[in-house]
């Protein structure tokens, strides 16, 4: 009787542990989502942060990492966070989501919506919203973290988990690899990150074995005049019409410098000059933003602004030391460039899983950017860079009928559906670390 009843017991105890083994993939995400996660995320949504400012974000998402056995490095080039769970001998695989939100006051009319204020780095009292689905993205990183926490019989290696500050800047990729986080914690065999989307509908994931995210320079032209009366042009050097020029000048540089089938932006966001009607200006300042999708067009259309601003300058009949100086910031990413043989191999396996309906094959019609590069390019790991659909298929056939449109990103009327956003991502993350990292 006595070993009946502990023979009971042991196989009771063998099911309870492994009952993740049998239980598919989505119904244990959803367990998850409905105890934890979306409350989680609604934290995180009412309580946005701005870049390089996200100190309760930071907070939470380490302590939630550290509760499911992560060793938790926190202030990684910041308020950067990196986890790591060894789990025997394997691969290390990197994941990346990003933590910041934007200085925009949310009008989504949602019974959640932020109210979120905080002082930016300014001095200026701003409102804050995650306008660019970045709660579900760490939210989806700690779903991701359980999931893989409870299935370690299923992979080997070490899984090393991100959360990124400043990415709407650019700067905390950047940011952390200044703080030599490769160094400190090891280089990652494979890297990987998604990116929630209005743009497509929910239940669906887009990957490409190009590039998703464009290159993005940010560049200033600094124009140097000669200042005279309003009524005396032939006196000076007027800065605005010579800026002017090199506005015009420019719109030529991606349709005669570039391949007609490769494409390229420039785009003069700003133009500042002048104090006064009847003042010529002794200066000018022209703002620009510049995407590309190679480090070949990158070149070829930074050194194309440098071109047609000097040489304008030269026209105006300015000497040399005084021709326009264009300056390339810092705040500048490459283009996000896909690992062929990684997409190729994490799409065949999401066929599999989720059907082929699934795959997203739409065209890529912006050139948005990212800083997620700046983790993989040097030196080169390979990497893969998603999409997960998070607006309603209801909501585009209301658009197409002449209704409200979807909104887009960064703008205070965008909003996701988180149930349908989040379960998604984590899904997709844990089934291709588990590919990645299979036993």
């Known amino acids: 009787m006595n ?23 989505g119904d244990a995400i959803r367990r998850a989502y409905d105890a934890k996660l979306r409350d989680l995320f609604l934290y995180f949504h009412q309580n946005p942060e701005l870049s390089t400012m996200e100190y309760k974000t930071s907070a939470r998402l380490a302590d939630e990492l550290a509760s499911l056995g992560y060793t938790v490095h926190r202030n990684v080039g910041g308020t950067g966070i990196v986890a790591l769970l060894k789990n025997g001998e394997g691969p290390l695989v990197m994941f990346r989501a990003d933590m910041d939100g934007l200085p925009v006051e949310e009008k989504s009319g949602l019974a959640y919506a932020s109210r979120a204020k905080q002082i930016d780095p300014n001095g200026n009292v701003v409102f804050v919203m995650h306008a660019c689905g970045h709660d579900v993205h760490i939210t989806s990183l700690v779903g991701t973290a359980q999931i893989m926490a409870d299935r370690r019989d299923e992979w080997r290696g070490t899984l090393m988990l991100i959360g990124q500050p400043a990415e709407e800047r650019v700067m905390g990729a950047a940011a952390m690899r200044a703080d030599n986080v490769w160094r400190r914690f090891g ?4 890297a990987m990150a998604f990116h929630v989307t209005s743009a497509m509908p929910t239940g669906m994931l887009g990957a490409s074995v190009d590039s998703p995210y464009s290159g993005a320079d940010t560049v200033d032209i600094y124009i140097t005049g000669v200042g005279a009366h309003g009524a005396s042009p032939h006196r000076g050097v007027d800065p605005i019409v010579l800026g002017s020029q090199i506005v015009m000048g420019l719109q030529t540089v991606v349709s005669r410098t570039l391949p007609p089938r490769r494409p390229g932006v420039i785009t003069v966001g700003a133009f500042h000059s002048g104090t006064k009607h009847n003042i010529i200006s002794d200066a000018a300042h022209l703002q620009l933003t510049v995407r590309s999708e190679s480090g070949s067009d990158r070149r070829l259309l930074l050194d194309g602004i440098r071109r047609v601003a000097e040489n304008m300058g030269r026209v105006a009949g300015l000497p040399e030391e005084l021709l326009p100086r264009v300056v390339v ?6 283009p996000t460039l896909n690992d062929k043989a990684l997409t190729e191999r994490v799409i065949a396996l999401w066929s599999g899983h989720f059907g082929k309906s699934a795959l997203f094959s739409g065209e890529r019609l912006g050139m948005g950017a990212e800083d997620f590069p700046l983790f993989t390019v040097n030196p080169y790991i390979p990497s893969l860079y998603f999409a997960v659909g998070g607006t309603p298929p209801e909501d585009f056939v209301t658009e197409q009928s002449g209704g409200a449109p979807v909104p887009s990103h960064h703008s205070p009327l965008f909003k996701i559906d988180p149930d349908a956003s989040v379960t998604l991502g984590v899904e997709a993350s844990v089934s291709a670390l588990l590919e990645l990292m299979r036993q």
């Open 187 to 190: 280089q990652p065999d494979y």
């Open 3 to 25: 070993m009946k009843r502990t023979l009971l017991i042991s196989l009771t105890a063998l099911i309870i542990n492994n009952v993740h083994a049998v239980e598919p993939l």
């Open 329 to 334: 910031s810092d705040e500048s990413v490459p």
